[in-house]
C-alpha cells in the first residue's frame, strides 16, 4: 500500500516520541501552552501599543481577532464534517502518543494549529513588527509540529489549519467590514 506524504512524514515525527524525556517534556509543554503564550504575547503587545495609539486600533484588533477565529472554528467543524479524517490513534491504535487528546472523531484541520496561526497572524497584519510577527508564526509553527510529535495530528492537520488561518486572516478585514459589523449593528438595532 503506498502511503502519502503525510503518513511518511508523521512516521518520522513520531518515532523521536520517547526517545529523549527532555524533548518529549517540551513538545508536550508546546502541545498544551504554547497557544495560550502566542495569544498572551498578542494581546500584550496589542495592548502596549495599539491600546497606546488609540482605543479605536485596539477595539479594530479585538474585532478581527474574535471575528477569524469564530470564523475559522466554524469552518473547521463544518470542514471535519465533510471530509472526515480520523486522528492517527483511530488509525494506527499501537502508535505512541504523548498524550490523550480531548476528542478523536476530528482531526483535520487542526484547531490547535489554526488558532495559532490566525492569533500571529492578525498580530502581524495589525501592524507588529516584523520580528514579533514572524516570532509568533515560528511559535505557532511548533504549537503543530508538537502535535504531530506527540501523535495526535497528522502533519496534513497541521498544513489545513495553516492554509485556513491564513485565508481568513487575510480576508479578516472584510468579513469584519461585511458581516459581522452589520449583524454587530442589527443585532444592536434590535436588542439595545
Known amino acids: 500500500m503506498k ?3 503525510s503518513y511518511k512524514l508523521f512516521f518520522i515525527i513520531n518515532a523521536e516520541l520517547g526517545k529523549r524525556k527532555w524533548l518529549d517534556e517540551i513538545m508536550l509543554f508546546c502541545a498544551h501552552v504554547l497557544i495560550y503564550i502566542i495569544v498572551l504575547l498578542s494581546l500584550s503587545w496589542a495592548v ?3 491600546f497606546d495609539s488609540g482605543p479605536n486600533l485596539f477595539l479594530q484588533f479585538i474585532k ?6 469564530t470564523f475559522t472554528i466554524i469552518t473547521s467543524w463544518l470542514v471535519a464534517l465533510i471530509w472526515q479524517k480520523a486522528r492517527p490513534v483511530r488509525e494506527l491504535p499501537n502508535i505512541m502518543q504523548l498524550f490523550e487528546p480531548y476528542q478523536t472523531w476530528k482531526a483535520f484541520p487542526s ?3 489554526l488558532i495559532s496561526f490566525v492569533v500571529a497572524e492578525i498580530t502581524w497584519l495589525m501592524g507588529a513588527p516584523a520580528w514579533f510577527g514572524i516570532g509568533l508564526l515560528l511559535l505557532a509553527l511548533l504549537v503543530g509540529f508538537s502535535r504531530v510529535y506527540a501523535g495526535v495530528h497528522y ?8 492554509v485556513l ?3 481568513f486572516s487575510l480576508s479578516s478585514f472584510w468579513i469584519v467590514d461585511n458581516i459581522s459589523q452589520p449583524i454587530y449593528n442589527a443585532f444592536k438595532l434590535l436588542f439595545l
Not at 155 to 162: E, L, S, T, Y
Open 155 to 162: 502533519p496534513r492537520d497541521i498544513v489545513g489549519g495553516i
Open 64 to 69: 478581527l481577532l474574535l471575528t477569524t477565529i
Open 48 to 50: 502596549t501599543v495599539l
Open 165 to 167: 488561518a491564513t485565508f
Open 111 to 113: 484547531d490547535h494549529t
Open 3 to 5: 502511503q502519502s506524504w
